[in-house]
Every structure is written in structure tokens, then in C-alpha cells.
């Protein structure tokens, strides 16, 4: 044991010294920091040493190189040599040993080595070590999410809050409870997420502790609460839940870091650092104002949340930044559509793709999102052109790429609205309404797809000029109204007015389409605004009324909707309407030019 006491030789001290010197660096010497390092090796150093020095360099290598074959070499040597020795020097190898099989599993999930990634072994020799048998179960849970496999996950999660509540840590109990729900939640398991979250709420609100971490806490419990609303579509009734999110992070951005670790090892965790939590705030904002119709506010607070993120990802290269980054730019490019600026939408959608070449996980997990938005960009001009296969392959790429049941959902849904616009595939209308029916066992409880399939049903049967079927689109009012659907209130608007200038009812009309248009304009929803206005415009014609600044108005939308068309078409990304397989292109060929690199265009 005489080895274990002895002090660092001079030597090791200044190397070591020299190496973090190199390392925090501004910008970082990597390549110095790693040659102190291996300086350190050479002298053979005693076995605590070289695991620990293994580490540091497996760590800084794996960080900020690509070196990847060798950060895992030293790695693997760290854990093999602790593992070995530690029981000569419990107190010096406990860090290193489970430090290096937890960047180790990092690394192997990085490689998509899932399997070879978890940490089985380390979490059965941590048990009598709170923090890391903590940390090494919220790791090995992570794993199974990844996999998919969110049964094991979540037992997982219900291990390790128990193990939390035994060693007398309720802030990292409320971290696994919340961890578990959030996964719960993605299993639509309503069932057990609402006593679990009811159970947090409690916990949360009692524990008293560090300020921040008690704020960070309610952020993440708030969060689940307004998700939970969001994929239940009631974008009404989450109101309260997100005001308090939003108030909940301005005392957060008040408070300082306070220094003192907490003297329980168990609850050596944060949630997410503040400037994280900021921009899911405005993630989870932007959501509601997308799903609400308050295209301008989701706008400004994505534009916010991005500029946050370029800051961040300038000093930290954690995934969740560009998971942050992927998910609103799925929903700017959705108001770009929405507002009527394709060629923004266009140049985004870039955006996604190269962030997807970046991840492959990343990609995973937004492929079917990537397809749908492309034929949110294409779909009426698909229609228009005679290019409906194109439609359906990328609908049918995106099918297949979900196993979500809301995106699957909402993918069938605008599906069905192509067959419709089209006018000729009523069989396969049929068929996918069938596979939708709200009346008929619905496969989720989003109170707005429900909304938006009754739509469809109406929509269905006004081109097929069954008028007096009008019930659908009531049932749509009624539900968008009861949760500010804006969108679909404006489209259902409209398209009753249609209906009853169809059936001679030019009173009724004009009750529906008054609000149409003015609903369309304050979201603004520019193709509802060109419908609305030019049956507003035939309304008034046939009741004798002068409409010349409305007819202006509607002119005025035409050739904007059609400028932007023609500039979306130009742009040498347009071609990525006949991507359907595999990662998206790097880079595009003009219709006039030379190839153009996808990062000249951003």
C-alpha cells in the first residue's frame, strides 16, 4: 500500500500541468497537451498513473480529434488497467476505472456500437459508489432509449430512483421519476405518466435545496406537462402550464451558480445547464405557436432560440444542440410554407440536410420528418405539374421511415389531402380514411389530428359534391375552436363558405368567410388568405357588391405565391424532390450552373 501514499513525482506534476495548460488553451493546443501526455508514459509510471493518464488522453482525444481509432485504444487501456489494480488502490482507481467505462460507452454509442456501449459490468461493481452507479444507470438507460427498447429504460430509471431514495437523495429520485416519465410519455402510456408526474409535482415542490437545481427541476416537470398538451393538441389548455415555464426560466436566468456541491454523492447531477434549458424553452414556445397559428410569434422566438444555439455550439459540441437546432428548423421551414416563402423554406430544409450528414443518428431521427416537409414544399406543385409520383415517394419514404404514431398519422392525413386535390384516387382516399377514422378506433388521442381528419372527411366530401355532408367540418370547427386551432378553423371557415356558395346560401357563406379571411391574415396563412379573398371576391360579385381594393389584395397574393414558387424551382435544391433513399445529398445541380456546394448556400 506504501504506493498508494506516495506523492506524484515532480515530473508527473509539471507534465500534467503543461498538458491542462495546453488544453484550456484559447484556441485549445491539442496536439502539445497530447505530447505531455505521452511524455508521462515514457518515464512508466506506477499503475495508477498510467490508467489515470490513459484517460486523460483517450478523453482529450475522443473530445477533439477524430482520431478515433486511438482515443478508444487508450480508452480500453485505462479501464483494462483499473480493473486490474484497483483492488490495490480502491480510492485512486475508483474514479478512473468508472470515468473510463463511461466515456468508453460514450464512444461505442458514437460508433453505433450500442451493444459493445453498455456498461454493464461497471454498474454491478458500483453499487456501494452512489454517484457513479447513479450516473452509470442514467447512461445504460439512455442506451435502451436509443435502442428503442424504452421497457428496459424505464425499469432502469425505476432502479435507480429507488436507489436514489435509499441513499436519501430526492433532487436525483425527482431526476429519475422525471427521465422515466418523459419516456412514458413517447410510449403514450397515459395511464402510468399521470400518477408518476403527479408524484413529481410533489417531490418537487417539497424538496428543499439548491435554488437552481430546484428551478431546474420544475423546468423539466413543466416541460413534460406541456408536451404532454402539445401531442394531445390542446394548445388551449396547456396556456397556464407554459406561462409558468416561461416564468420559471426568467428566475432561473436570475439566480448565480452557486458553488457548493451538495454533500450527498447521490446528487452530484444537473438536468441541463441554464442556456440549455433557455433555448428548450423557446423550442417548446415555438411548438405552441406553431400548433396555435401564431406563425409571427413562433417565428421571432425560433430566430431567438437559433442564435442562442450558434453561441452554444461555438463552445460546447453536445448532440442535444443540434437535436435542438433540427427540430426548429422543422418548424420554421413549417411557417415558411405556411406564410408563403417556399424559397426560405427551400434554402432551410439545406439547412437539415446538413446537419443530417453531420449525425446519422440525427438523421434517424428526422428522415420521415425530412420527407414530409419536401412534400409540404411540393405537394401542389406536384399536383400542378403532373408530377404526383414524386408525391408519392416521398410519402411513401416517409411511411416507412416512422414508427411514430402521430408523425405516422399526420403523414396519412396529408396523404390523403394530395389524393383529394388531385381528384381521381378516391380509392385510395378510402382506403386511408378507413385507416383514420375517428369514429373507428382512432390509434391516438391527439385532440388535433382527430380535428384535422375530420377535416379531410369534409374536404372529401366537397369535391365529391356531396354538399349537404357537412357534418365533418363541424365537428372540425367545433373541436379547433375549443383549443384555438387557428389554421384549421380558417380552413374549415372557408370551406363551409364554399359549400354553402355552392348550395345558393350566399348569407351563410359570408358568416364563414368574413372570419376566414380575417383569420388567415392575422396568422398570416397565405394560401388560406388567396382562397378566402377570391371566394370573398365571387360572393360579393354575385350579391352585387364592388370589391376592386379586394380584388387588388387577392392579385396581390397570387403573384406573390407565384414569384416565390418560381424562386423555390430555380434554387439548385429543388432537386431535392426526387431524393427518396438513403442520406440526403451533399450538394445539388442547378437546372443553369454548375453543381453548387450545399455550404456556399448557407
Request: include cysteine; aromatic fraction near 8%; proline fraction near 4%.
Amino acid at each position: 500500500m506504501a504506493a498508494s501514499t506516495k506523492a506524484p513525482e515532480p515530473w508527473y506534476l509539471a507534465l500534467l500541468g503543461f498538458a491542462e495548460h495546453f488544453r484550456t488553451s484559447s484556441p485549445p493546443k491539442i496536439r502539445l497537451c497530447v505530447q505531455c501526455l505521452q511524455a508521462v508514459l515514457k518515464f512508466k509510471p506506477p499503475p495508477r498513473v498510467e490508467a489515470g493518464t490513459h484517460l486523460q488522453m483517450g478523453s482529450v482525444l475522443y473530445r477533439h480529434t477524430k482520431n478515433s481509432e486511438l482515443a478508444q485504444t487508450h480508452l480500453e487501456k485505462a479501464w483494462f488497467i483499473s480493473q486490474q489494480v484497483s483492488f490495490l488502490y480502491i480510492s485512486q482507481f475508483e474514479d478512473v476505472k468508472f470515468e473510463a467505462s463511461s466515456i468508453l460507452s460514450e464512444f461505442y454509442c458514437q460508433q453505433n456500437l450500442v451493444d459493445s456501449a453498455k456498461p454493464v459490468k461497471a454498474i454491478q461493481i458500483s453499487q456501494q459508489i452512489p454517484y457513479w452507479h447513479c450516473r452509470l444507470l442514467f447512461q445504460l438507460a439512455q442506451l435502451h432509449a436509443l435502442e428503442k427498447d424504452l421497457v428496459s429504460a424505464c425499469d432502469l430509471l425505476g432502479v435507480g430512483a429507488e436507489y436514489a431514495r435509499v441513499m436519501g437523495s430526492e433532487y436525483t429520485r425527482a431526476l429519475f421519476l422525471l427521465s422515466k416519465g418523459m419516456l412514458l410519455l413517447m410510449e403514450q402510456k397515459l395511464s402510468e405518466v399521470h400518477p408518476l408526474l403527479t408524484l413529481c409535482g410533489n417531490i418537487v415542490e417539497n424538496w428543499q435545496g439548491n435554488p437552481i437545481q430546484k428551478e431546474s427541476l420544475r423546468v423539466f416537470f413543466l416541460v413534460l406537462q406541456v408536451t404532454h398538451y402539445l401531442d394531445a393538441g390542446q394548445v388551449k389548455s396547456v396556456k397556464p402550464c407554459l406561462k409558468q415555464l416561461q416564468q420559471c426560466i426568467q428566475t432561473i436566468s436570475t439566480l448565480h451558480d452557486d458553488e457548493i456541491l451538495p454533500t450527498n454523492p447521490a446528487a452530484l447531477f444537473h438536468w441541463l445547464p441554464k442556456e440549455q434549458m433557455c433555448v428548450l424553452v423557446y423550442l417548446v414556445t415555438v411548438m405552441h405557436s406553431m400548433q396555435a397559428g401564431y406563425l409571427e410569434k413562433a417565428q421571432k422566438y425560433t430566430d431567438k432560440a437559433l442564435m442562442q444555439l450558434e453561441k452554444l455550439k461555438m463552445l460546447d459540441s453536445n448532440p442535444i444542440l443540434s437535436t435542438f437546432q433540427g427540430i426548429l428548423l422543422e418548424h420554421i421551414i413549417m411557417c415558411r410554407l405556411v406564410t408563403g416563402h417556399k424559397a426560405a423554406a427551400l434554402q432551410e430544409i439545406s439547412q437539415v440536410c446538413q446537419l443530417c450528414q453531420q449525425s446519422p443518428r440525427l438523421f434517424t431521427n428526422h428522415a420521415a420528418q425530412l420527407h414530409t416537409l419536401l412534400i409540404g414544399l411540393h405537394g401542389l406543385s406536384c399536383i400542378s405539374v403532373n408530377c404526383m409520383d414524386n408525391a408519392e415517394a416521398q410519402f411513401t419514404a416517409a411511411l416507412q421511415l416512422t414508427t411514430h404514431q402521430e408523425l405516422w398519422m399526420f403523414i396519412v392525413t396529408n396523404l390523403a389531402s394530395v389524393y383529394i386535390w388531385e381528384g381521381n384516387r378516391h380509392q385510395e382516399v378510402y382506403s386511408l380514411l378507413e385507416r383514420i377514422n375517428p369514429d373507428h378506433n382512432f390509434p391516438i388521442s391527439s385532440h388535433c389530428l382527430r380535428a384535422a381528419v375530420f377535416y379531410i372527411s369534409g374536404l372529401l366530401s366537397f369535391f365529391q359534391g356531396r354538399y349537404n355532408e357537412a357534418k365533418f367540418l363541424r365537428e372540425t370547427l367545433k373541436m379547433s375552436n375549443a383549443e384555438d386551432l387557428n389554421r384549421l378553423t380558417a380552413c374549415s371557415l372557408v370551406l363551409l363558405g364554399h359549400i354553402f356558395v355552392v348550395l345558393g346560401n350566399h348569407k351563410e357563406s359570408n358568416n364563414m368567410v368574413v372570419p376566414a379571411v380575417q383569420l388567415a391574415s392575422k396568422i398570416p396563412d397565405m394560401s388560406v388568405q388567396l382562397w378566402s379573398s377570391a371566394l370573398h371576391k365571387d360572393l360579393n360579385r354575385a350579391c352585387g357588391n364592388t370589391m376592386d381594393a379586394h380584388e387588388a389584395a387577392q392579385m396581390h397574393f397570387s403573384q406573390q405565391l407565384l414569384q416565390d414558387h418560381i424562386a423555390a424551382c430555380s434554387l439548385p435544391e429543388h432537386n431535392l424532390i426526387s431524393w427518396t433513399d438513403g442520406l440526403p445529398p451533399v450538394q445539388f445541380q442547378p437546372q443553369n450552373g454548375p453543381v453548387t456546394s450545399l455550404a456556399s448556400l448557407l
